[in-house]
């Protein structure tokens, strides 16, 4: 039998958001799925969108008062089950010595292209703990207000999805030059890659430390690598990241237009795994040797649509995973800044009266 055919009663009674989301980490029974959003604070939201106004995107990030409000501003209005730390992946680079800013009309700017030996070698992997101090801080004010109550869950970028911002000099259409270093500088490539999974691994360790009960990994961009290279271009990096957290707290692996390799990703021995909307979740977990929980994947576009055809998507996504334990709601990737927030309502109270 497997664990996800029993469902005792007293197990799954007045469970809080926290508790639920933990047991379907741990494909646990719980009394309905536990749900959040990606980019859950975000500017689809009018009370974000004032506190940017004032502040501005990079300060509310390094200010832990302000990210605190920022990550708790969606789980006032939605009361999600689990909050996620507002942040970027963007600040390892940051912390090693390349910095960013937004591109006017949209998009990533680094402050100059990684291609370059010199480059690469003047990235500084160290002090990242001391440079993301506030990240620290704002999960430890977390933790306070949310009192147990609501999960938190930290969160950092690939290496590869970090080394394409990082080679590119910010957003990317083609991808050319990070695909450039990997096929003809294979050993610059992997000195790179060892300087960001030290980085990652030393930020996924102060968030643990700090207060975050799981972890996400965003291979935002792991997609666009060809099949025979995904293993060396990212998975054998995140694999390095999911053993230097050694089952401390669940881990859980973000992976866009990859669920063809599910099996490949949960072998990483990560706990959870999270698709795109093209994935069907069911025929996807059916299809793995190891059980894993599956996260997500409602189509984000459905968000900037009509609250009907809101509740009968998720709905039907809810029936498709009817009985299986460890499920979280989620999309299948960031909520747009265009989504409304009525369209959201009818989510959360969709998957809330879902029994
Ligand atoms: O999920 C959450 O609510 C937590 C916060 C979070 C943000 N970025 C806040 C943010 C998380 C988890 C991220 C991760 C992130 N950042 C990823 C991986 C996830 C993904 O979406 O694939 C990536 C690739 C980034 C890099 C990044 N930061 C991009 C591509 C952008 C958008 C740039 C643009 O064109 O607007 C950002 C900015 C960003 N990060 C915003 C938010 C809320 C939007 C900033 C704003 O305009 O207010």
């Not at 501003?73 to 010595?97: H, N, Y």
């Not at 970090?162 to 096929?183: D, P």
């Not at 990483?268 to 299809?287: C, P, Q, Y």
Request: contains cysteine.
């Amino acid at each position: 039998m497997k664990p996800s055919d029993t469902k005792p009663a007293a197990a799954t009674a007045a469970m809080t958001c926290r508790e639920r989301f933990h047991a379907a980490c741990r494909q646990q029974p719980v009394d309905r799925p536990p749900v959040w959003l990606m980019r859950q604070a975000g500017r689809y939201l009018p009370e974000y969108r004032a506190l940017k106004e004032r502040h501005g995107f990079l300060k509310m990030v390094k200010t832990p008062d302000l990210a605190t409000e920022v990550t708790l501003q969606p789980i006032r209005r939605f009361g999600f089950d689990a909050a996620i730390l507002f942040s970027d992946i963007l600040v390892i680079p940051e912390a090693m010595g390349q910095p960013y800013d937004f591109r006017e009309g949209g998009g990533i700017a680094m402050a100059h292209a990684c291609q370059s030996a010199e480059r690469v070698d003047a990235l500084n992997p160290s002090g990242v703990r001391e440079k993301l101090g506030y990240v620290a801080d704002a999960l430890r004010l977390l933790k306070t207000e949310l009192a147990g109550k609501t999960a938190l869950i930290g969160f950092a970028g690939s290496p590869w999805t970090l080394a394409t911002y990082m080679v590119e000099g910010g957003s990317s259409a083609n991808f050319q030059k990070v695909k450039n270093l990997f096929f003809t500088e294979p050993e610059l490539f992997t000195r790179l890659m060892e300087k960001i999974t030290t980085a990652v691994g030393d930020y996924l360790d102060l968030q643990i430390e700090a207060g975050a009960e799981a972890v996400q990994i965003f291979d935002s961009w792991g997609g666009i690598c060809s099949g025979g290279h995904y293993e060396a271009a990212s998975l054998k990096w995140i694999r390095r990241l999911v053993e230097r957290v050694n089952r401390r707290v669940p881990v859980i692996l973000y992976a866009k237009a990859l669920h063809h390799r599910a099996v490949d990703l949960a072998a990483t021995g990560i706990d959870v795994i999270s698709v795109d909307w093209t994935a069907e979740l069911h025929t996807l977990r059916d299809g793995l040797p190891r059980p894993v929980a599956v996260q997500g994947n409602l189509d984000p576009v459905l968000l900037n649509l009509t609250p009907e055809i809101v509740r009968g998507e998720v709905h039907r996504l809810l029936e498709s995973m009817r009985g299986q334990n460890g499920h979280i709601f989620n999309l299948g990737h960031g909520i747009l800044p265009v989504a409304k927030v009525e369209n959201v309502e009818a989510l959360v109270e969709t998957v809330h009266q879902f029994s």
